[in-house]
């Protein structure tokens, strides 16, 4: 709980800020829809004049409004500069605010923006109006650790413009207790946003950079001396030498962690010296550490190298381990090791965390070499043992596969092919399945009426209990649906969303019937995705479900790009969807921005291909239009790329152009398979596996909402892209 003291007295800043226009110029009373189209056309002004108002107004929903503030006061500062009054006014407690989950993650977004905004005007501003800022900011919203150790260190900075050195000292060693890491490296949390690295630059200018000048052990000097002369002097073979020389003698040493950064930079040339075998004197736990990070790179060519040059499995045959070198073999094509590993892993540690994905790698090892009886026995065992809905999914569809290349009996596969229609109706191996039946797909999936698999119709019973409510709503439950409600109806599509996600889905046919009721009041299909694979599974999705969560906003921008760019709108929309569900605000936890997700790095470059100009993607990256064009052309070039492959397009949009061609040059029987998909499941990330089978479900699902005869077919995915409608 955080009270609105705070908050207010944060807002009255700008009560006085120039040039905002006086009230007179301004109405007296907004409403939250009129303040909400203040935001919409970019009027921060109005959005600041009048936040303390709304916020007053709106009390159930403050935090999601002090969200909506920041962001127009980020914005504000990004358009105009920072500019302070000498005074600052108050108003008397109004009661006190509670933050959701929901509203806390998109303030903690934004709140890494504003300090970095306050960090770009210090010289412009007066410091003593950010300092008071800051100190209003320390108890109004909820910090992280890691933001509590930046915004200690700026008020530091403030104090040490302002001379006042006794107390910029003072709230140093504030931060430093908080976070001691934070003085000798980056936080935590800066690291992935774009701010890191100049708030690093605060942090590391104002840190001690001496270190004590403890007694340290002779031999330790000299031999971390002859490993910097090596290094200075470029010579692989001594800096190879010393270095693991140290580590073997001191591997808690004070330069430990930089001796073996700088191996790591340069295994691969080690790996390729005549003097590779000093690496096996390097202790074991340096060398799995290397395979950890060779493995999460995807550098499974060093990674297999390097064990075998080391023989650190018959050292430490840990669970860990087996499965990254099982998975690095795979990827290599060598299924007869990985087949190896990953059996001793299964047998050894049956209860390991990624047990799940060492038993489909062998299924899907078994699939690459034919053996279809191996391949259908795994996957089965993985069916029947509780897997996750998606490993299971995955298993059901390529034992089908398996089955069917065995010569097993028809009517065994077409049962198993109706076990999975009816579980999973709606994913893509799913729609591609039901595809198969002479019947129409729609049909397939909903044979008895308009419910998925038949489901019954509501009862007048529930139709009367969807009218009036459950009548066993806890008061928490009412109070999330109705702040939800409010945020949505308002348009608050972003926040809305949030605070939906927190409303429980829970498998009982009222209470899923009741949630489906209220999120189709709402034109934005968001909230009602959240129910997408319930209601499938609950046999509760009807057609028009469908209608309803697959919409297609911002029409007229889609379809003019898709066209400028010779590609099927439908492909944009399905990634859209798949990318941010069509909220505009939507930021991934690596800094991916808008409605189709895009990094500032990205954004830069294909800006700098069209002749656009980006002076803050943070903040423009939101710009539905902007990231649209943007995003669209990426999507194209990435098709291109790929030589028209759209599925293989989508796998780089989301794990990245270099990687992906890293995994294909190293995974060179990739595309060899007589068993069409099979290289999704073969994807490094089950992210990027779900990421390209969820876009094209939507494609499907779009295909048929347009017309109820269509089927995919493999020349889908490249004649979406090449349709001469778009020639």
């Known amino acids: 709980m955080w009270t609105i003291t705070k908050i207010i007295l944060f807002l009255c800043l700008f009560h006085f800020l120039t040039p905002l226009p ?82 806390i993650r998109l303030i903690r977004r934004e709140f890494d923006w504003l300090l970095l905004h306050l960090y770009k005007n210090l010289d412009s501003g007066d410091p003593k109006d950010i300092q008071r800022l800051l100190l209003i900011l320390e108890e109004m919203v909820p910090l992280t650790m890691e933001q509590k150790t930046a915004h200690l260190y700026l008020l530091s ?62 031999d330790e000097i000299k031999i971390f001396q002859e490993f910097e002369n090596a290094l200075l002097q470029h010579k692989t073979n001594l800096i190879l030498e010393s270095g693991v020389k140290y580590l073997k003698n001191f591997p808690g040493g004070i330069n430990a962690e930089r001796v073996e950064k700088k191996l790591f930079e340069n295994l691969s040339r080690y790996l390729k010296s005549e003097n590779k ?44 381990l087996l499965w990254i070198l099982g998975r690095t073999n795979f990827f290599l094509g060598d299924y007869e090791q990985s087949e190896k590993n990953l059996t001793s892993l299964v047998q050894k540690y049956p209860t390991f965390k990624e047990i799940e994905d060492a038993q489909l790698k062998l299924g899907l090892g078994y699939l690459r070499t034919k053996n279809w009886i191996k391949a259908s026995e795994i996957l089965e065992h993985l069916i029947q043992g509780g897997a996750s809905s998606h490993t299971e999914l995955t298993a059901r569809y390529w034992q089908i596969r398996a089955l069917q290349k065995s010569g097993a009996p028809k009517e065994k596969w077409e049962k198993k092919i109706q076990e999975l229609i ?221 030589q028209g492959d759209l599925l293989l397009a989508l796998a780089a949009y989301n794990y990245g152009v270099t990687r992906l061609k890293s995994w294909r040059q190293q995974k060179k029987d990739w595309n060899q398979s007589e068993l069409p998909y099979l290289w999704i499941d073969e994807l490094p990330t089950s992210e990027t596996q779900i990421y390209v089978k969820s876009i094209a479900r939507n494609i499907i699902i779009y295909k048929l909402i347009e017309n109820e005869s269509f089927k995919p077919s493999e020349t889908l995915w490249r004649n979406m892209v090449t349709s001469p409608t778009y020639q």
């Open 422 to 642: 009816e579980k999973f109706p709606l994913t893509f191996y799913g729609l591609v399945t039901a595809s198969e039946s002479d019947k129409p797909l729609l049909a397939t999936l909903f044979p008895q009426s308009t419910f998925i698999n038949g489901g019954q119709e509501p009862t007048q019973q529930e139709l009367e209990m969807i009218k009036n409510n459950p009548s066993l709503l806890t008061s928490w439950e009412t109070k999330k649906i109705n702040r939800c409600k409010l945020l949505m109806e308002s348009n608050f599509w972003d926040e809305g969303y949030q605070e939906c996600r927190e409303i429980p889905i829970i498998p009982n046919r009222s209470w899923l019937l009741f949630l489906k009721s209220l999120f189709h009041n709402w034109a934005h299909p968001a909230p009602l995705s959240l129910l997408l694979f319930d209601l499938s599974q609950n046999k509760l999705l009807s057609q028009n479900d469908l209608k309803k969560i697959f919409v297609k906003p911002f029409s007229e921008t889609i379809e003019q790009e898709s066209k400028r760019n010779q590609i099927d709108p439908v492909i944009v929309y399905s990634l859209i969807r798949q990318e941010s569900q069509f909220l505009p605000l939507s930021e991934s936890p690596s800094q991916a921005l808008g409605l189709m997700q895009l990094l500032a790095p990205t954004a830069l470059e294909v800006a700098r291909k069209e002749g656009i100009y980006l002076r803050d993607w943070y903040r423009q990256g939101r710009d539905t239009i902007l990231n649209i064009t943007l995003g669209t052309r990426y999507l194209r070039q990435m098709i291109d790329n790929h």
């Open 277 to 320: 075998n000093k690496l096996k004197e390097v202790p074991s736990e340096f060398i799995v550490y290397w395979l950890k990070r060779l493995h999460v790179t995807g550098d499974y060519i060093n990674s297999k190298e390097l064990s075998s040059i080391t023989g650190i499995l018959g050292k430490n045959d840990t669970a860990e």
């Open 157 to 218: 900075l403030t104090f040490k413009k302002l001379g006042l050195m006794d107390e910029a000292h003072i709230f140093s060693k504030k931060a430093i207790k908080i976070n001691p890491k934070g003085t000798n490296g980056r936080i935590p949390i800066l690291d992935v946003t774009p701010a890191s690295n100049l708030l690093y630059e605060i942090v590391s200018s104002q840190s001690s950079t001496s270190q004590s000048m403890e007694r340290r052990n002779l």
């Open 22 to 103: 006086s009230p007179a110029q301004l109405p007296q009373n907004v409403t939250l829809k009129e303040w909400r189209e203040y935001i919409e056309k970019k009027q921060w002004v109005e959005c600041l004049r009048y936040s303390p108002q709304i916020m007053e107004k709106y009390t159930e929903i403050a935090d999601y409004l002090m969200f909506r503030f920041l962001h127009c006061f980020n914005s504000y500062i990004f358009d105009k500069g920072l500019s302070f009054p000498n005074e600052l006014t108050s108003l008397q407690n109004k009661g006190n605010i509670a933050f959701s989950e929901g509203s």
